[in-house]
C-alpha cells in the first residue's frame, strides 16, 4: 500500500481516527522512564496520543501527511498538542537519531530490518514495545492475507533478545466482527548486566484482551 493510499484512507475514515493503544504497552507505561518517545508508523496516532497523554514528549512518524494531522488534531483536543512532534518520513528509510528515546513504540508495521536501528536508538534502561500480526494455522482472517508480512513463530522475540525482554506473547484473540487476530507482541529494555532491576508486573487478566484496531496493517 502506497503512501497516496493511506492518506485516502486516513482521509475517507475507512481506518479507525482513535485506535486503542497495546493493552500490554497501556499495562506497563507506569514503568516506563520519563522523557522522550517515538511512535514508528504512528498512522493516526494509536501510540503517541497514549504517551503524551500520560506526560511522555512524543514525535509521531509516518509517512501520511493525512495521518499525521487526525494526530495533531487528535492531541489538540486532549489538550496536549505541546507534547506531540509529528515527522512526515518513510520509517524504512528514516534515519533514527542514535540513544535519544525512553520509550519507542511500533504497532502493526513489519520491519525487522529496522531492529538494529530502533535498539540503537534507544538511550539506555529505555522500552521498546512492538506487536504485529503472526502467522497461524489455520490463517488469521484479520490482516494481511498473506504471510510476507506476519511475524513466524518466535520471530519477533529474536528479534528483541539483543535487548533485556520484559515480556512476550503469541496469541489468537476474536475481534468484535467475530473475526480472528493472530498477535505477537515484545516489550524489552536496553540494560545490561546480569543483575538487573525489573518493572513490576502489572494486574492482568488471565489472558490479555485485544485493542480494537481495525485492518491496520502498516505494510513497508
Known amino acids: ?6 492518506d485516502e484512507r486516513f482521509a475517507s475514515g475507512e481506518y479507525s481516527r482513535a485506535p486503542d493503544p497495546s493493552p500490554v504497552l497501556r499495562a506497563y507505561e507506569p514503568s516506563f522512564p520519563d522523557g522522550r518517545a517515538l511512535d514508528v508508523a504512528a498512522g493516526t496516532g494509536r501510540n503517541a496520543v497514549f504517551l503524551a497523554d500520560r506526560g511522555h514528549k512524543v514525535d509521531a512518524l509516518d509517512a501520511s501527511k493525512e495521518g ?9 483536543e486532549r489538550g496536549i498538542g505541546d507534547r506531540i512532534e509529528t515527522i512526515q518520513a518513510d520509517a524504512t528509510t528514516y534515519a533514527f537519531p542514535a540513544e535519544t528515546y525512553d520509550v519507542i513504540a511500533m504497532s502493526y508495521f513489519h520491519a525487522l530490518d529496522r531492529f538494529a536501528d530502533l ?4 538511550a539506555p534502561d529505555g522500552f521498546l514495545f512492538v506487536e504485529g500480526h503472526l502467522r497461524s494455522e489455520p490463517p488469521a482472517r484479520s490482516g494481511p ?3 510476507r508480512y506476519r511475524y513466524a513463530a518466535n520471530e519477533l522475540l529474536r528479534a528483541g533478545l539483543g535487548l533485556s525482554v520484559r515480556y512476550y506473547d503469541e496469541t489468537t484473540t476474536e475481534r468484535p466482527d467475530g473475526s480472528e487476530r493472530a498477535t505477537a507482541r515484545l516489550l524489552a529494555q536496553k540494560s545490561t548486566g546480569g543483575r538487573q532491576s525489573y518493572p513490576p508486573r502489572p494486574e492482568t487478566p488471565e489472558r490479555w484482551p485485544d485493542d480494537d484496531a481495525g485492518s491496520d496493517e502498516r505494510d513497508p
Open 145 to 147: 492475507s498473506g504471510d
Open 68 to 76: 499525521l494531522e487526525i494526530v495533531r488534531e487528535r492531541a489538540a
Open 119 to 122: 535498539i540503537e536508538s534507544l
Open 1 to 6: 500500500m502506497t503512501d497516496t493510499d493511506w
